[in-house]
């Protein structure tokens, strides 16, 4: 079992920025694809971003394209989402998302370990 802890959201002013960690422990951190979603209220749950176990390969949703950046580091069993140039369709609950052999990162159906999430708000 995958035991996943999200940490870092809080309020933040538009234009600003935040860095998410997540940290999971219980099995090889270094052969898990990770990903971020969010959900907003009255909202279903969202991709974000995602990063391969194998080579660190990125792929971004469009809407966060160029402004957030995913990344690991597997000697601290920790990934990260810094978020840059936040915009007022960003606040949500942000997820973190782990899985073994998932084959389409941006299905929260192929991730069989979640947290519990944090919040993220905006400010205009």
């Known amino acids: 079992q995958v035991h996943v802890v999200e940490s870092g959201g809080g309020l933040v002013q538009a234009g600003g920025s935040l860095r998410l960690s997540c940290v999971a422990s219980?099995?090889?951190?270094?052969?898990?694809?990770l990903a971020w979603f969010r959900q907003a209220p009255g909202k279903e749950r969202a991709f974000v971003a995602t990063?391969?176990?194998?080579?660190?390969?990125?792929y971004y949703a469009d809407s966060v394209k160029g402004r957030f950046t995913i990344s690991r580091d597997d000697a601290k069993r920790t990934m990260y989402l810094q978020m840059d140039s936040l915009k007022p369709g960003d606040p949500a609950v942000y997820y973190c998302?782990?899985?073994?052999?998932?084959?389409?990162?941006?299905?929260?159906?192929?991730?069989?370990?979640w947290g519990q999430g944090t919040q993220v708000t905006v400010s205009s």
């Open positions: 219980g099995v090889d951190f270094s052969s898990l694809t």
């Open positions: 998302a782990a899985g073994l052999e998932v084959v389409d990162e941006s299905l929260k159906e192929a991730y069989e370990n």
């Open positions: 990063i391969s176990w194998r080579d660190s390969s990125t």
